[in-house]
């Protein structure tokens, strides 16, 4: 994902695995890298 908002894998409660500085012109961004496994989602005791 390419964000120049660096609290945005938090807000989505991912953990990013490499993170990566770039430039869109003057604007700083992040490419952020998120390796997903099967079965790493905790499911909370509310029943969801």
Known sequence: M????RK???LMRLRES?????FNGALECRLFRFDLVVGSVRHRASGE
Do not use: V
Not at 2 to 5: H, Q
């Open 2 to 5: 390419l964000t120049s908002d």
């Open 8 to 10: 945005l894998p938090g």
């Open 18 to 22: 490499t993170k990566t500085p770039l």
